[in-house]
């Protein structure tokens, strides 16, 4: 059986390892906090000690890291992925990236003759959990096809949309209009609850309304019950509208709405929010301070 290296063991990577072991895929993980390796050591799984060591002799390399600064190391440092992997080998990258990045990743990959795809997912930790999440894929898509038994282990479905640095574009947008839904709802819940709306009633009828999402059904019962316990935490979310503002600068298209939403965040993050779920912007925006 072939090796899986898996790079990146937080709350969302530890849960997609976990898939893949239990699909029967034979593993070796790396994370920079070695405390969170332990729990796969007792389990039987092969850890590693740098982020080549996990990529060493594996026929796929799957990474999800915080952002380009963390990806940059573990595919590019003196460590990383790209440098160790075999040739012929597929690096699954399912961190939220810089477009640039993901380019640059992959022509470095290219040039030892490995694949390279940017396949950030959309769904949070109850998805990653069950399988449920989906894979927005930029690269080749031979690849994807030849790693498509990793995608159906750890999610619903891997949709490819063009070459390497397109599933990081679509993720960036797909985190812009999400962030941008989040900060809306914590001002309508600002105004439903000083005009003393019952608010059961007021998630029901938004939820039945036109902006009904799912960001309706599970952010804004958060806020309402003062639950920021982080299912996607607000200092990523920050960064990734910083990414898609840089986007959308490189692009030469205006971005008022996201440079907006950005600040929101911004100020959160800056007020200690960060670590807390995204919809905490709606402390900031409140002028509360976050429950004990």
């Not at 069950?130 to 927005?136: A, C, K, T, W, Y």
Request: aromatic fraction near 6%; charge should be positive.
């Amino acid at each position: 059986m072939s090796i899986v290296g898996f790079v990146g063991l937080g709350a969302m990577g530890s849960r997609m390892a976990l898939n893949l072991h239990q699909a029967g895929h034979k593993l070796r993980v790396w994370n920079r906090d070695r405390t969170k390796m332990k729990p796969f050591a007792e389990k039987g799984i092969e850890t590693a000690d740098s982020p080549g060591a996990a990529a060493r002799d594996a026929r796929f390399v799957v990474s999800i890291v915080a952002d380009d600064v963390a990806s940059r190391e573990v595919m590019l440092g003196a460590s990383g992925v790209v440098g160790t992997a075999a040739q012929g080998a597929i690096i699954i990258d399912s961190s939220t990236n810089s477009p640039a990045l993901a380019r640059e990743v992959a022509a470095a990959a290219a040039g030892r003759g490995v694949a390279y795809l940017d396949a950030p997912v959309l769904g949070s930790l109850a998805q990653a959990q069950s399988h449920e999440l989906v894979f927005v894929v930029g690269g080749a898509q031979a690849a994807l096809d030849q790693a498509q038994p990793l995608f159906t282990a750890m999610g619903r479905f891997a949709r490819h949309v063009g070459e390497s640095g397109a599933g990081a574009t679509l993720k960036l947008i797909n985190n812009m209009l999400s962030g941008s839904v989040t900060a809306a709802l914590a001002e309508a819940a600002q105004i439903a609850e000083a005009a003393g709306l019952d608010r059961p009633a007021v998630m029901e009828i938004l939820g039945e309304g036109a902006a009904g999402s799912r960001l309706v059904k599970t952010k804004l019962p958060k806020i309402f019950q003062r639950d920021f316990a982080p299912l996607f935490q607000l200092a990523l979310m920050e960064k990734d509208l910083r990414y898609f503002l840089a986007l959308a600068q490189e692009l030469d298209r205006p971005a008022p709405i996201a440079a907006l939403v950005r600040s929101q965040y911004h100020a959160a993050r800056r007020a200690q929010l960060g670590k807390l779920d995204a919809c905490a912007v709606f402390l900031q925006a409140a002028g509360e301070k976050p429950p004990a």
